[in-house]
Nanobody, 118 residues
Framework: QVQVVESGGGLVQPGGSLRLSCAFSGDTFAKHVMRWYRQASGKERELVAASTDGGGSTIYVDSMKGRFTISRDHAKHMVYLQMNSLTPEDTAVYYC???????????WGQGTQVIVSS
């Protein structure tokens, strides 16, 4: 059974940084695309970033390019989202998911809250 567990959220001042972590277990890490989403209050969930086993990574939202970086540790089965120059607009619950390329199933974590406020 695939499990995805996020950590690292919290309260940060505008301009600050946070690194979110996502731990994967329960299946072959390599056959999953690891994704970060976020959902702000009253808004739809949006795809933030994705990382494949081949080393490909993509940031999907223009406002995050240059500020957010996704990385993947194959040995530890971990995915990270480094977030810099945070603004209040980045306040949201951030979710990690594991998308199985074979079964097309997507497995979700419980989310971690990020609050950017002075």
């Amino acid at each position: 059974q695939v499990q995805v567990v996020e950590s690292g959220g919290g309260l940060v001042q505008p301009g600050g940084s946070l690194r979110l972590s996502c731990a994967f277990s329960g299946d072959t890490f390599a056959k999953h695309v690891m994704r970060w989403y976020r959902q702000a209050s009253g808004k739809e969930r949006e795809l933030v970033a994705a990382s494949t086993d081949g080393g490909g990574s993509t940031i999907y939202v223009d406002s995050m390019k240059g500020r957010f970086t996704i990385s993947r540790d194959h040995a530890k089965h971990m995915v990270y989202l480094q977030m810099n120059s945070l603004t209040p607009e980045d306040t949201a619950v951030y979710y990690c998911s594991a998308y199985d390329l074979w079964s097309k199933n997507e497995y979700w974590g419980q989310g971690t809250q990020v609050i950017v406020s002075s």
